[in-house]
């Protein structure tokens, strides 16, 4: 806020500068008239100069914060989610800054990663459902059954999840045989890529959100597909979280926006908006920690969003829970 109004004010000053140099070149104006707009112009390059101070000073305090936290992650996760593997979701648009750095502070926190799954925007597309439900139909195993109101992406989602994921300690970091074809033939189809080795299951999941919100005639679409993964992959495994960075202004386009406005996914999967900064990536760690826990939350700084971070509980959950979120 104070960084626009310190662009503001410059613009005016450019401005009200020029015109006092026109009224300098004219005699229609008279002198006390011309000492008035210097006095404003004089005003408004000190209200220019009192901003970019205030900026100055916000800017350092958030760098000096953020260097604590950074100092002090380690600590703060340490041993917070030990024993669990955690699948990593990009999605189109997403940071691959944020990822690395999520990254980073999930095996800090002791986390195994099984692998990244990057969702290409043929996954996304309207346009492309037919491909989608027709991969779905030809490899779901027989016994899975979707609920009448199910839509593309949802199907699609229920199919991957149980490909990546899994609430049972026992059978995490092995492939799910009934899903043994599923996983190339979305990559063959174009749909999505891998790296690691994500079919070795993960127990939990972090999704990162598109930096921008997606925009166009299919916006709202596409994070609606993004809010089906995430419910998917929950339902699947111990706990799912979306993070990304906070949408200005909001736009239907945005998926952790999405996320928060349906209330039954909301229920069981957490956001945080905050994954851009050090202590938006320990509350990644505590909301993960907390969906193992049964619970989920919104957290960060952008609307819906209930708290920075969960609340830190001196219980840490055991390995080998196998109840899912």
Known sequence: MIDFR??????VAIFLALAVGIVLGTTLLQEPAVK????????????????RTQLDTLQGRESGNDALITALTPDL??????????????????????????????????AEISGRVSLTEKFLDPKGVGVLDGLVNQLKPANMIFPATATSWDRAATLLSAAFVTPDQAQANTPNPAT????????????????GDPVKRATLAVI????????????????????????????????????GTVATPAAPGDPIAALRDDGEVSK????????DMPAGRVAIVYSLRE????????????????A????VTTATPSPTTQSGS
Do not use: C, W
């Not at 979305?186 to 790296?195: P, Y």
């Not at 609606?224 to 699947?236: F, K, M, P, Q």
């Not at 193992?292 to 919104?298: D, M, P, S, V």
């Open 6 to 11: 310190y662009h503001l004010v410059s613009i």
């Open 36 to 51: 008035s707009a210097q006095e404003v112009a004089a005003q408004l390059t000190k209200s220019k100069e009192e901003l």
């Open 77 to 110: 996760v340490a041993g917070d989610l030990t024993g669990q593997r955690v699948l990593l979701v990009e999605t189109p648009g997403s940071s691959s800054t944020v990822r690395e750095a999520a990254q980073q502070v999930l095996t800090q926190a002791g």
């Open 180 to 195: 043994a074809d599923v996983v190339s033939s979305f990559e063959t189809g174009g749909l999505l890529t891998t790296d």
């Open 208 to 243: 990162l959100a598109p930096e921008k919100p997606y925009e166009g005639e299919s916006a709202e679409v596409q994070a609606g597909a993004l809010v089906s993964v995430a419910g998917g992959l929950d339902l699947a495994g111990k706990g799912t979280v979306l993070a």
């Open 268 to 275: 069981r999967v957490s956001s945080v908006d905050t994954a």
């Open 291 to 306: 969906q193992l826990n049964g619970r989920a939350g919104q957290y960060g700084i952008g609307k819906g969003a209930s």
């Open 308 to 311: 920075m971070l969960p609340t």
